[in-house]
């Protein structure tokens, strides 16, 4: 099969991957007021899941190493569920709260380090460990500026939800880092 058929299969299975992701809070809102999509929310999350599987096929090309793609996967996962949950609900109380912009330069250095790093592994190592720390700062600056309690949020819950982040980016920067140079 040649590359172009098989990129187009790709291609063909994100977005049938995608569209049957959407239909579960699509079905969820029938049976509940608790999900409460409007059409952007559908556009918006189409968009970051379609992007993300898009990104993993071509960028997983960079490499043929497994350990490489788990890493990938993990980062590109990661960063699409911050930018999702804190535009859903926010990190720092509700989704209103202006605090909760600075997690969009969190992802932000993510993506201007892959870039610098031409996604190369150890560049995407030092990327992603530069993106653990931005969220741990980010984390710091909401506790010691008092915003958790500004927006309801407790520092327990403050701290266990950046955790998380903070976690996924860290083990996706360590397997990069052992990924073998290419």
Not at 16 to 29: N, Q
Not at 55 to 63: A, D, H, N, T
Request: aromatic residues 10%; glycine residues 8%; hydrophobic residues 55%.
């Amino acid at each position: 099969m040649n590359t172009q058929v098989k990129f187009s299969t790709h291609f063909i299975r994100i977005g049938i991957g995608t569209v049957l992701i959407l239909l579960i809070p699509l079905i969820a809102m029938q049976f509940s007021d608790e999900v409460n999509w409007d059409l952007i929310d559908f556009i918006v999350a189409g968009i970051l899941l379609s992007g993300a599987g898009s990104g993993f096929i071509l960028l997983s090309k960079v490499s043929d190493q497994i350990m490489y793609r788990i890493a990938l996967g993990i980062a590109l996962v990661s960063a699409l569920l911050l930018v999702r949950v804190n535009g859903a609900v926010g990190l720092i109380g509700s989704e209103n709260n202006d605090f909760n912009m600075l997690y969009f330069g969190v992802v932000f250095i993510l993506i201007v380090g892959a870039f610098i790093s031409r996604f190369r592994s150890k560049g995407m190592s030092t990327a992603l460990f530069a993106t653990a720390v931005a969220q741990t700062s980010t984390v710091f600056i909401a506790i010691f500026t008092g915003q958790h309690h500004s927006s309801g949020s407790s520092v327990m819950e403050v701290i266990l939800v950046n955790l998380l982040f903070i976690t996924l980016f860290s083990i996706s920067s360590g397997l990069f880092w052992c990924v073998d140079v290419e």
